[in-house]
């Protein structure tokens, strides 16, 4: 996925979830944060950070965080991406799709995608965006995410009424060695991810290549439970 106008500024404090305030350009910018995790170990004071122009003229912030830099690497904290990369992506995962449809609508939960095949079956994916990174190796969650949960437990429903089921781990950098669960934050969800792993659900993990204006996929990483 490619982004349009595409700046570099230097961070300064995030009041809320939402908002930023950055430095661009020598003056002090309130720009729209595009993720609402917490991110403590990436936004930090001084960080080098990327912003995307908006397109629209009568919004309150001109601007877009969707990047910043941990020390040399660059990680991706727009949660929009995640799906766009996936859509782009999906028939080189599953060469037997012949249909991906967008928020699909299955048991109490709307799943990220399902990939229909020429006989039929269903192909049910949940994506995920990590961006917590330790000494190389990727985690998720940062944060914890009950929502997270049902949809691993929704995913292990799907693959018990015969379906194929996948949870997609877009890890937004480059250089991660491996993926696991985040079981110190959200041990319920590592818990889960494990269950639904035993229960037939693919459980994968693609790092990106990643640049200030562009994200894509590049190759699988080991998953570890």
């Known amino acids: ?11 300064l404090t995030r009041p809320n979830r939402f908002i930023a305030h950055v430095e661009l350009d020598g003056c002090e910018t309130v720009c729209h944060v595009k993720n609402t995790g917490r991110c403590r170990e990436l936004l930090i004071e001084g960080a080098v950070v990327y912003l995307e122009k908006g397109t629209n003229p009568n919004r309150k912030t001109a601007w877009d965080l969707i990047a910043v830099e941990k020390g040399d690497m660059l990680i991706n904290m727009d949660s929009q991406a995640p799906n766009k990369v996936f859509a782009e992506f999906a028939c080189t995962y599953d060469p037997l799709a012949v249909e991906v449809r967008g928020e699909y609508s299955f048991g109490n939960s709307r799943l990220d995608f399902c990939l229909t095949h020429c006989d039929g079956r269903l192909h049910l994916v949940e994506v995920k965006g990590v961006t917590l990174e330790r000494e190389g190796h990727a985690f998720f969650p940062d944060a914890p995410t009950e929502r997270g949960v049902r949809h691993l437990r929704e995913l292990t429903e799907a693959v018990g009424q015969g379906h194929l089921a996948t949870v997609f781990f877009v890890v937004k950098m480059g250089q991660a060695t491996d993926f ?23 459980v994968v993990a693609y790092c990106c290549r990643v640049s200030p204006n562009r994200l894509e996929i590049d190759r699988e990483i080991p998953v570890i439970l």
């Open 1 to 11: 996925m490619q982004y349009g106008e595409v700046r570099q500024g230097r961070f």
């Open 180 to 202: 696991a669960p985040n079981d110190e934050t959200h041990p319920a969800f590592g818990a889960a991810l494990r269950e639904a792993a035993a229960a037939g659900v693919r």
